[in-house]
């Protein structure tokens, strides 16, 4: 008996040990889903909360995780105290009766824990439901937004239609009674027409009698002029005779002058050669100074920004002079100008009669520049042309007007000698050369234009400098003199005399596109800004300046601050012009596969172009970095590289042409999209070869 009773215990003890092993991996395993069921409640609940946190029922679950999560404390707190009932147990066996209850306890947790579980999993079904629930419910809400908003653009399309519907229908009704006052106008008109009608049948016969009348007074007539005839051709025959006798004598007349003249200067001549070598003087050149082509400005022009200084240029234009130019040729021109020092000429160039030498006035006008025009003859072949002569005949230099401006806007006289009167060296000179192609520019303004170049990047104070840029009229003169009643020989030092363009002076041309004019060469394109003209589309005609007085006159201070430079961090990563200076190296490779590449003084051009641009001005805004410059970037492209693609064939060059325009499109300006366009269009350009007539500066403008 005490053997079974022993075996009893060794089982009970058995099993309770094996009760115990297997309750405690239950334990750990429930620890372990107890942890990520905590996690996952944790993530699930942060996600749910940013869907449902507003809903009711994210309210109901809310509470339920709060009674779960309680529910799991006082498990958790059940666990530890069983682990430690556990531990008690084995240090006590003889207390089988504690031991039974605590494994009683310890099964009525598994199943309490196993019921949390259960309602728990239920939580995440419905967790799972509900979400599902919400994304259907933001589709719909989404779906509904969607059919809303087409809703309402459909409502606003018909809207609009209604409103011209309306408005055609009121203009209809207008044309209607126009149409009703006209008919009874006309209707008026044939009551007296009709009686007109009367009048003048009973005059015609009145008219027939007296046409036969005439017929009779005509025969006799015609008698008479037959023997007026021959009166006439011999009074014609004297009459020419007279002409010609007063022809030869006038040219008699014309030759004995020109000979009286020739005499005077030959002896004049001969006197010189009598008195020996003469040294030339100063005096001679006084003619530069005498009757200046400016004189002091009443007042000086000011402005308090440049944008002010547009705004009032173009109501000057379009409201005062009332002349119809875009508004984009305006900020072209005005910006081709400010780039003078790199970009020495500004040229506009197109059909006769497009308003090409108007804007240079207007622009002067408007913004207080002094202006002088010279008209280009064919026969100039040299800057003599531009500048003046020698006549030796007469001993006097016989200057330019534009030699005269350029003298008293250039400064740094010396202080013996010649000096301007005025000196206007603080203000702008616009110097426009009217019809520049009639001669050969390379002829009469090359030396000129390789002057202009080498202004830029030094300072004209400094006299090594100044005289690499100018162009000497008098080399200076030094030697003796007699003075006084003895004659007493005194020696004299006279400086020399300079003409050059300051940074305040600006050049302009323009020139005429027909068979009577000559191309630009390539030299002279690298160094301008083109602006092609297009015709007009609506012909207004330029009333005269209705202001009065003299002007106020813009200081070249106030010019400086208006320019700005292109420093070389501009063009690196995340610079100013980086994207730009990609896209026009993506064209220079396309041209240079084409033979006709630019060069680095074309590529400075156009980003000097791009820094000076008046964005403020034309409503541009500057910190869409990606594409603000695409108007500008435009103009030059339009300016500087589609004409050096002109005469390309079409079919031979068809590839490389798609890749430039593929390049033309992204840069995302629509003037210059359609004018490539225009350009290698079959239909428009049947010639087969690119031609390019310039951007339609009004493209896009209202009209």
Do not use: C
């Not at 439901?129 to 018909?158: D, G, N």
């Not at 004019?517 to 394109?525: A, F, I, N, R």
């Amino acid at each position: 008996m005490e053997n079974y009773i022993f075996f009893v215990y060794v089982a009970v003890a058995v099993f309770a040990l094996v009760v115990f092993i297997a309750r405690s991996r239950n334990v750990n395993d429930l620890k372990q889903k107890n942890e990520d069921l905590q996690k996952r409640h944790d993530k699930h609940v942060g996600e749910l909360k940013k869907q449902i946190d507003n809903t009711e029922e994210a309210k109901l679950l809310r509470s339920q995780l709060a009674t779960l999560k309680d529910a799991l404390a006082a498990a958790t707190a059940d666990i530890l105290k069983m682990d430690v009932a556990q531990k008690w147990l084995e240090q006590h066996p003889s207390l089988e009766a504690e031991r039974k209850t605590m494994a009683e306890a310890l099964a009525e947790l598994g199943n309490n824990l196993a019921q949390k579980m259960a309602e728990v999993a239920d939580l995440n079904k419905r967790s799972i439901t509900l979400a599902s629930e919400i994304a259907e419910m933001e589709s719909e809400r989404t779906q509904l937004a969607r059919e809303q908003e087409q809703r309402k653009s459909t409502t606003e399309e018909a809207n609009k239609r209604l409103a011209q519907l309306q408005e055609n229908i009121e203009k209809l009704g207008e044309q209607k009674l126009a149409i009703t006052s006209e008919v009874n106008a006309l209707n008026e008109q044939h009551k007296l027409v009709e009686e007109r009608v009367k009048d003048l049948a009973g005059k015609r016969e009145d008219l027939q009698k007296e046409i036969e009348r005439l017929k009779t007074e005509i025969e006799k007539l015609e008698s008479k002029r037959a023997e007026a005839l021959e009166y006439d051709a011999k009074a014609k025959n004297l009459d020419s005779l007279n002409k010609l006798l007063k022809s030869t004598t006038d040219l008699q007349k014309s030759v004995s002058d020109t000979n009286q003249l020739m005499m005077k200067d030959l002896a004049t001549i001969a006197e010189t050669r009598k008195k020996g070598p003469m040294v030339l003087r100063q005096a001679a050149f006084e003619g530069i100074v005498k009757n200046p082509v400016f004189t002091t400005p009443s007042a000086d022009q000011e402005f308090e920004s440049e944008t002010q200084a547009l705004d009032g240029m173009k109501n000057y234009v379009r409201n005062i002079r009332e002349y119809d130019l875009p508004e984009r040729l305006l900020y072209a021109f005005h910006t081709s100008l400010k780039t003078s020092d790199i970009s020495s000429l500004t040229v506009m160039a197109g059909v006769s009669g497009t308003g090409k030498s108007a804007l240079p006035d207007l622009y002067a006008k408007a913004m207080g520049i002094h202006l002088v025009t010279l008209a280009v003859e064919p026969r100039w072949d040299s800057p003599k042309d531009l500048l003046g002569f020698f006549n030796y005949v007469t001993n006097r230099y016989e200057p330019t007007p534009l030699a005269k401006a350029l003298f008293q806007f250039q400064g740094h006289h010396p202080q013996e000698g010649l000096h301007p009167d005025p000196d206007l060296s603080e203000y702008m000179l616009m110097a426009m050369l009217d019809e520049m192609n009639l001669a050969r520019i390379e002829y009469y303004f090359s030396e000129f234009l390789s002057k202009l170049e080498l202004r830029r990047g030094g300072r004209l104070d400094d006299t090594e400098h100044r005289r690499r840029v100018a162009m000497e009229i008098f080399a200076g003169a030094n030697g003796l003199e007699k003075e006084g009643e003895n004659n007493q020989e005194v020696e004299f030092r006279e400086k020399p005399i300079q003409l050059f363009a300051n940074y305040n002076t600006l050049f302009v041309g323009t020139m005429n596109e027909d068979e009577t004019t000559q191309s630009l060469s390539d030299k002279v394109l690298d160094r301008a800004n083109v602006l092609y003209f297009g015709r007009p589309n609506n012909l207004k005609p330029m009333t005269a300046d209705k202001q009065n007085g003299t002007q106020k006159m813009l200081k070249r201070a106030t010019w400086k601050n208006w320019k700005q430079e292109v420093t070389a961090i501009d063009t690196q990563e995340n610079g100013r012009w980086q994207r730009a200076e990609e896209q026009l190296q993506e064209l220079n490779d396309q041209l240079a596969s084409l033979g006709r590449p630019f060069a680095h003084r074309s590529y400075q051009a156009m980003l000097s172009y791009l820094a000076n641009y008046p964005y403020e001005a034309a409503g541009i805004d500057e910190s869409d970095t990606l594409g603000f410059f695409k108007r500008p970037l435009a103009d030059q492209i339009g300016m500087r590289i589609m004409p050096k693609l002109r005469g390309l064939d079409l079919t031979q060059h068809a590839q490389t042409l798609e890749l430039v325009g593929k390049t033309v499109q992204r840069i995302g300006d629509d003037t210059l999209n359609t004018a490539f366009d225009n350009a290698v269009n079959r239909q428009k350009n049947r010639s087969g070869f690119f031609h390019w007539q310039g951007l339609d500066w009004a493209y896009g403008e209202d009209s």
